[in-house]
């Protein structure tokens, strides 16, 4: 019988030296380190045990928690009507995955969303419900989620 090849740990078990390897990682991701020396001085490691470890850890996103949504707007062909959607976004903390936007017909544009919802201030339902109230949204609906 063969041992799995992946386990699912909780972070506080792990030695520290994972969860640096993984928060250099991060930093190198988002630019706020621009090379592995400095990615890796950042978190308090070195750079062998980065390049010793960097393949084999990666986070896990917990789906259950992270609920993924995606969602259909009909919108007026008007300047700023995607950005007044995207704001409304923001300001929930909506952490949004993909935007996908149609070329607009007869005045009327698809814009779908996904999106994951853990970090947000409101239900799905006010986001979508705020969303229905601009002027220049005609309708708002659920595909997924």
């Keep these: 019988m063969s041992k799995p090849k992946l386990y699912i740990v909780e972070a506080e078990m792990l030695p520290e030296v994972f969860l640096k390897v993984s928060e250099a990682k991060e930093l190198l991701q988002t630019g706020a380190a621009a090379t592995v020396a400095e990615a890796a001085a950042m978190a ?3 750079r062998s045990a980065f390049y010793k470890y960097k393949d084999a850890i990666r986070p896990f996103r917990d789906i259950k928690r992270e609920r993924a949504i995606t969602m259909s707007i009909l919108t007026r062909d008007k300047p700023g009507a995607l950005s007044s959607v995207l704001s409304i976004f ?7 995955l993909t935007i996908n936007q149609s070329i607009p017909t007869n005045g009327v544009g698809v814009v779908t969303i996904a999106f994951v919802t853990e970090d947000m201030d409101a239900s799905p339902e006010t986001l979508a419900a705020q969303i229905d109230a601009l002027p220049d949204v005609i309708r708002t609906e659920v595909l997924a989620g």
Excluded: L, T
Excluded at 90 to 96: E, L, Q, Y
């Design 44 to 46: 308090g490691i070195s």
């Design 90 to 96: 923001a300001a929930m903390r909506a952490n949004i």
